[in-house]
């Protein structure tokens, strides 16, 4: 059954379960998630960002209504990754086939908070498989259990990933709220190339336990929402020390005030760093009027037309293959007995044996030389950590900041959505300074900015560590002045809209 038939045969089930009678008979939770069920119903058959719906749902709803909780995020629907654990019926499959059968009948503690406070989970979204970590010519927003998820925006188009479905659900309207995690650029870039706010949060602000991991230095979950607002409070909740992510030991200190610090005047006397360094790919007149939206409400802009990061990239790429053969293998450690893949090295072997499902499309290079790494006490790695995060931190982001007295970083954070390519694999046109903040382990705030030819582009706002409060209220002072943006159209292809298909028409003779 594809993904479509999956999500759209469940949704009518949970609809039918739910009582008959006038609306007003069923509680806020109950109506919110009702109206969910039916959005994604009617859109996600487009869009194939869903995994599968939560069975619970609307019991989850109703139980929220009979305990009358409060709070932001009581009642509200929210959809999570499929790299992160729930408890209940449903697998966390990472998008393999591999963890088809890994139920864990446990929440992670960041869904624990969430269950706490009122939420009600809809589903698991899809990702790109392994969060884009099996190979370097991969399809970002393709898994083998979901498919290629698709840009609301253009179907045709790729929704970045690893956290597409999370974004794309989000951008297509089927909920406000979604989880999403990122080790460099799979908050943020699916975010901003689905039209929507993304946030990653300080690396040990909000626990990674339950996780399907990649990096234990980068790894962090963080909210992908349509306002700052709703970040904010999401981040509120998920935020805060886990006895079992030792990263998260000051996360208590930091976790407060998120949504009561935003203010709309924050930009007033702030002086931003214009990375012209990172900018470009064709989001040159969106950023321009960014800018001056930054300006005129009292932001200091300071421009850096430089930055040396020759450091960064093969150093990070050598610290993520070790963690993640480390990682990998204490996760799958965890898992239930019905999952036969217990190591790396079984996962690879899998992915041979499946070939057809697993491996058609692209390869498992990436895989193998994570496999062939010597640990985490091999001084290649030791060195290439620190060398890295001295690069993007110590020596990037706080130097910057230092020597030209900033209070935050702006770019433009991806180029407008390139076409699925099943051929090829990605063909991304340029990126902007998100592995700075994804390295260095700072936050990083993506917040829609404008189009490009119909296709969203997103603007960064990037700090020092522990700085999120910060930066998510310079983000919804951008927000609150830059005004509405277009919806979603589900166009064909850009090409085929009314702007640009008259343009590709021959001329009359």
Known sequence: MTNAGRVGGIASLLIAFAPSGASAAKGPAEQRTTAAIERIRRLDPMVHALLAIDPTAIEQARRVDRAKLSGPLAGQPILIKDNI?????????????????????????????????????????????????????SISGWSAVGGQTRNPHALDRNPCGSSSGSGAAVGAGMVDYAIGTETDGSITCPAAINGIVGFKPSVGLVSRSRIVPISASQDTAGPMTHTVRQAAELLGVIAGSDASDPATSEADKHKAGFAASLDANSLKGKRIGVMRFAAGFGTDGPFARALAVLKARGAALVEIAKFDDKDIGDNEFAVLLTELKAGMNAYLATTPPAVKTRTLAGLIAFNKANAATELALFGQETFAKAEATKGLADPAYIKA??????????????????????????????PPAWKIDAVNGDQISGGGAGSLAAVSGYPHLTVPMGQVKGLPVGLSFIGPKWSDALILSLGFAYEQARGPLPAPRFLPSIEESPEIAPLLAPARR
């Not at 931190?393 to 770019?411: C, F, V």
């Open 385 to 414: 950590r620190k060398i890295s995060f001295e690069a993007a931190g110590p020596h990037g982001i706080d130097r910057l900041l230092k020597e030209n007295k900033l209070d935050a970083l702006i770019g433009p954070t991806m």
């Open 85 to 137: 654990e729930l408890a209940g019926a449903l697998p966390t499959t990472a998008g393999s086939l591999a963890l088809k059968d890994n139920v864990t009948g446990r929440d992670a503690p960041l869904a624990a908070r969430l269950r706490a406070a009122g939420a009600v989970f809809m589903g698991k979204t899809n990702l790109s498989e392994w969060a884009n970590i099996r190979s370097n010519n």
